[in-house]
């Protein structure tokens, strides 16, 4: 599996490389003209929303701050409950889903990798059958289970229907990282007298983090950029998770839209994704090219 | 539930040798099935069944046979919206793709600090489409969107255009907005089959005289073939289950001309509550995406034999 995104391949060849000296500036100027559209908008985000509440919603829109002012992080936080309670919401929610997500994922992909039993390669397509149907068709029976069992307006209810959602790609990922894993070193293990969970536990988990991390960054983004099922799902104000409050904050208290808490509920919602990528693109990136294209 | 089922295979395994080691598998994978079972498959069935019932959200159910899905032929809405959904899937994918080849392109050259450009056009994807979509909608907005400011600025407008409240511009704007969100996604995905492509073919291909646009064209246009069969059903699986960026930008205007399919699904199921009739659309929009899905990785296949 490639890990790393290192750039060897295209057409071009090292030969090429050193000769166009045009050529290279066009591709740094193209490519940084491109960047900037791309980051445009997070960033346009950012400026506004530590503008003083004015002149976030100025028409037209000004260019820089006059002052760096929190004063639209105040306003978001007179929404609802406050910005914590939804904050705490997406985040018990992610949390939660992470959990269940990698710790199934994990035992299953182990089982799968590992074990004989009967109907293996049944349950196994069963699991990643699921892939090929799209969840959104399932809602309607899922919202009458959810509040059949209580659970509507909860965020362990969601929780569970977002840990069933990460399965085929949490079992997939799993299941190959423990096939990489060498026999030799679990053979080792066995003659020293290890059980089947211990050594799981003991020896296996240190060798297969990396696929781990990469099912708990996909887990975690998802479950906290969800919308339609918490939309569904999550009626009271109170539950709401953030992507859900950003359209309530949206459509405004009083019928105009405080444009200044958009901004600032958007830089909330955003920031830890980002921040979760940077610090893992790695693991991230693996889950994509080895997710998919193992497929 | 599961440590109690980890406690148990442990000790079949300690005891029973090969045959322990056999139901230890089972207890393993026995959370993630049911898991699956109780909030993938039950529910799965159970929308077939509810599909076949007058189903109000309170009070009795009434048996119906096919009577939803006649009911669903009739639907001028339900036609609507599968050929609004049909219509943005054609429009969208191209642009996505001819950006996404581009970006590879450009990002898998072997250059310094090509890997932030990398990094940079990816970063979209990880923000959620719903939180994505909101964004889009002050930037589009028709008084304190920077949009409108930049382009009257120029000159290249006379005045600002209300671009989500117009049918003419709606699904520009939705386009734009879900191209920025989603295109390093195929971009990665294309990037990776590029790379997989050995060197050794260039330079053979080099060799006997074919200059850059040639190895383009004959050597990697076909070994990607199957990575594009792959971004391909990705791509359109994820348009034809648009709904965030219709429910957030437009609300399914105007005139109800941009309700997407799942929108359609949603507006009967949660909004009119008729869970049995949504419950039908369902079962057509999961049928339809089957269908799709066959056909792309029939595409695939296809290729194996390469």
New interface residues.
């Given amino acids: 599996m ?1 890990t790393s ?13 050193g000769r166009n000296r045009p050529g ?1 500036i066009a ?2 100027v ?3 003209a ?2 900037a559209l ?2 445009f ?2 960033v ?2 950012a400026i506004s929303s530590v503008k003083p509440p004015p002149e976030a ?5 000004t260019f820089l701050p006059s002052r760096l002012d929190l004063g639209n992080f105040v306003k978001l936080n007179e929404y609802g409950r406050g910005v914590w309670n939804y904050v705490g919401n997406s985040a018990g929610t992610a949390v939660m889903t992470v959990i269940g997500a990698t ?3 994990t ?2 992909g ?3 990798s ?7 390669g049944l ?1 196994f397509v ?2 990643l059958m ?1 892939l ?14 959810l509040t059949g069992l209580k659970l509507q307006n909860t965020l362990f209810g969601l929780a ?2 977002y ?2 959602f990460q ?1 085929p790609f949490g ?1 997939f990922i799993m299941r190959n990282s423990f096939d990489a894993v060498p026999r030799e070193i679990e053979e080792a293990a066995l003659l020293d007298g290890c ?4 050594m799981l536990y003991r020896v296996m988990l240190n060798i297969v983090r990396p696929g781990i991390i990469t099912v708990g960054i996909y887990a975690f ?1 998802n479950s ?5 099922a918490a ?2 799902f999550m009626t009271k104000e109170t539950s709401f998770t953030l ?1 859900i409050l ?2 309530s904050v ?1 459509s405004g208290y009083y019928g105009s839209i405080d ?1 200044g808490a ?2 600032a509920g ?1 830089i909330v ?2 920031a830890p ?2 921040f ?3 610090l893992l ?1 790695r693991y ?2 693996s889950g ?2 080895g997710g ?2 193992k ?1 | 539930m599961s440590t109690v089922n980890l406690q148990i295979s442990e000790r079949r395994t300690e005891r029973g040798g090969s045959i322990g080691r056999r139901s230890a598998g089972l207890f393993f994978v026995l959370p993630a099935v049911s898991f699956t079972v109780v909030f993938f498959i039950l529910p799965l069935i159970f929308t077939v069944y509810m599909s076949l019932h007058d189903w109000p959200l309170l009070g009795d159910h009434e048996f119906i046979g096919l009577d939803n899905y006649s009911a669903l032929l009739s639907d001028r809405q339900f036609w609507n919206s599968l050929w609004f959904t049909t219509r943005y899937t054609l429009l969208i994918t191209p642009v996505i793709f001819i950006l996404a080849f581009v970006l590879a392109l450009l990002v898998s050259l072997p250059l310094p600090g090509v890997g932030i450009y990398r990094t940079v056009y990816f970063l979209p994807v990880v923000i959620g489409l719903g939180s994505s979509s909101l964004l889009w909608v002050w930037l589009l907005h028709d008084r304190v969107g920077v949009i409108n400011a930049i382009l009257t600025g120029l000159g290249l407008m006379d005045r600002p255009i209300i671009w989500l409240a117009d049918s003419s511009y709606a699904m520009t704007a939705i386009i734009m907005s879900v191209v920025w969100k989603t295109v390093g996604f195929t971009m990665i995905l294309l990037m990776t089959g590029m790379q997989a492509i050995p060197a050794e073919l260039y330079e053979a291909a080099k060799v006997d005289g074919a200059n850059y646009w040639g190895r383009l064209r004959y050597i990697m246009m076909p070994l990607l073939r199957r990575t594009f069969a792959l971004a391909l059903i990705l791509s359109v699986i994820g348009s034809y289950l648009g709904f965030d960026q219709f429910f957030i930008m437009t609300a399914g205007g105007p005139q109800n001309s941009t309700i997407s399919v799942v929108y359609w699904i949603y507006k009967n199921s949660f909004t009119n509550f008729k869970l049995g009739y949504g419950a039908s659309l369902s079962i057509v929009l999961l049928v339809i995406l089957v269908i799709l899905s066959i056909i792309q990785l029939r595409l695939l296949r296809d290729e194996t034999s390469y």
């Fill in positions: 490639t995104v290192s750039a060897v391949s295209a057409p071009s060849t090292a030969h090429s490389r290279r591709f740094y193209v490519c940084t491109l960047a791309f980051l908008p997070i346009w985000t919603s100025a028409v037209p829109p710790l199934l994922s035992l299953a182990y089982g799968f590992r074990f004989q039993f009967r109907g293996k349950l069963m699991i699921t090929m149907i799209p969840f959104q068709s399932i809602l309607i029976p899922l919202f009458l289970i569970l229907v840990i069933t399965l079992v059980s089947s969970l211990s983004l906290w950029n969800e919308f339609l939309l569904i992507p950003l359209t949206r444009w958009l901004q958007l919602t955003i994704c980002i979760i990528f940077l693109q991230y990136i994509l090219t998919a294209t497929g």
